[in-house]
C-alpha cells in the first residue's frame, strides 16, 4: 500500500514553460487535494476534487488547472509558469470530507514536489 | 475570515523536558482541527483530529486538546525524534478547505 505518491520529486522550469505534476493513491479516497507550501506560511489550497470529473477551487486557484479523470489520480498543470509559482506542492486525499462528514476526515499528504521557477 | 495561528514559532526542548504548543484560531463554526507532524523534505503526517470543545486524543507521548478558541498540543518527555514542525488545521466554513498554521519547529536535543 503505496498511499499517496507523486511525480516527479524535482523540476526546474523556465518562465512560460508548462508542466503537470501526477498524484495518485490507492486507498480508494473519493477527495483529493493540491496545496503549495511556501517558507513562513501555511499550506495553501489550490484545488481540490469531491470525486472523479469533479474539481473546485481553494484559495490559490490562478495559474493552474486540474483534472480529475480517474479516482485514483489527479493532476496538477501549470500552463504558463511563473517564477511567483517557486514552491513545494502537496498532494493529499482523504476518504471523507472535513465539514460534512464527522470522523475519517484526515488528509493524508504525498512527499511533496520541488518546483523551481527561473 | 477563517484564521489559524500557531505559537510558539519555534521551541527547543531538552530530552525529557514537558511542554505545549498552541493553536489559536477563529473560524465560523469550527468542523474539525487537525495536528500534523512535518519532517524535513517530507508531507504532513496525520496525529489527531478534534471536533468539540473538551475532547482529548493521546498518541504515545503527544496529548491535543481542545477549547472554544484553541487547541494544545501536550508532549510529554519528549525524545530527539520527537523533532519535527508540527502543523495545525482547522475546516471552518468553506467547505473542502483546511486552514493551516504556520507550525511550531520543535526540537529535541539529549
Known sequence: NAGVTQTPKFRVLKTGQSMTLLCAQDMNHEYMYWYRQDPGMGLRLIHYSVGEGTTAKGEVPDGYNVSRLKKQNFLLGLESAAPSQTSVYFCASSPRLAGVHRGRSEQYFGPGTRLTVT | ?110
Do not use: M
Open chain 2, 1 to 110: 475570515e477563517d484564521q489559524v495561528t500557531q505559537s510558539p514559532e519555534a521551541l527547543r526542548l531538552q530530552e525529557g523536558e514537558s511542554s505545549s504548543l498552541n493553536c489559536s484560531y477563529t473560524v465560523s463554526g469550527l468542523r474539525g482541527l487537525f495536528w500534523y507532524r512535518q519532517d524535513p523534505g517530507k508531507g504532513p503526517e496525520f496525529l489527531f483530529t478534534l471536533y468539540s470543545a473538551g475532547e482529548e486524543k493521546e498518541k504515545e507521548r503527544l496529548k491535543a486538546t481542545l477549547t472554544k478558541k484553541e487547541s494544545f498540543l501536550h508532549i510529554t518527555a519528549p525524545k530527539p525524534e520527537d523533532s519535527a514542525t508540527y502543523l495545525c488545521a482547522v475546516r471552518g466554513s468553506t467547505l473542502g478547505r483546511l486552514y493551516f498554521g504556520r507550525g511550531t519547529q520543535l526540537t529535541v536535543w539529549p
